[in-house]
């Protein structure tokens, strides 16, 4: 009788355990928008106050300019970015901090032209016949980087919900610059004057891009808790 008085106990414990960790454990999963792009938004929340998500988001394009002392340039934008964080839940209820890793792809297609029938770099002037128009790729976010955030996700009870959160990763501007023409692939002196133009055009782009040593990431969005 005692040993089955105590199978029976190990056995209810057993069950309140289950439950208990049923209760607690919940998957979120959302639809969310922002600035980089639509997507999803899955979340396992294991605990009252831990939890893990991961999220991808893209499809945001956009056309922009921007202007030096000497070119005008158009870019088309293009932003995607995959993230996997840790997620901790101070009260035990929908707000959270996060932090982790994110995979950003923000990079822009631009094409510069000179203001006038010359290009002019550190007082040099170059013909825009013989240049053509300058072609290259600026990359503000690329490769993984650390993310921290905080939101509010409603995982803590069952059905529908709202989801929000913003957060930051770091940039690491690149950009990459050549002629229509391929002028500066030519063997003279003015080409290789004009290879030595262009490598500084990129540094001052770059220097410019680095005024923003953030990318702030935003979303909001509908959820729904099992």
Sequence with gaps: MKGMTTTGLIALCLVGTTQAYAQDSRITLGAVAGTAGAGADLAWRFSERLGVSARYTGGLDWNTDYRTDDVDYEGDVNLAASKLTLDYYPFASGFFLSAGLMLP??????????????????????????????????????????????????????????????????????????????????????????????????????????????????????????
């Design 105 to 226: 792809d923000i990079d822009a297609d631009v094409v510069g032209r000179p203001r006038g029938t010359t290009y002019q770099f550190n007082g040099q002037e170059y013909s825009a016949d013989a240049l053509g128009t300058l072609h290259g790729t600026v990359t503000l976010a690329d490769g993984v980087q650390p993310y921290a955030g905080l939101g509010w996700r409603q995982s803590h009870r069952s059905g529908i919900g709202v989801f929000a959160e913003v957060g930051v990763i770091p940039t690491d501007p690149d950009v990459s610059l050549r002629t229509s023409e391929g002028f500066e692939n030519a063997d003279n002196p003015l080409s290789a004057q004009l290879r030595r133009e262009i490598r500084q055009e990129e540094q001052r782009l770059e220097g410019d891009a680095e005024e923003w040593p953030v990318y702030p990431v935003a979303v909001v969005g509908v959820s729904y808790t099992f």
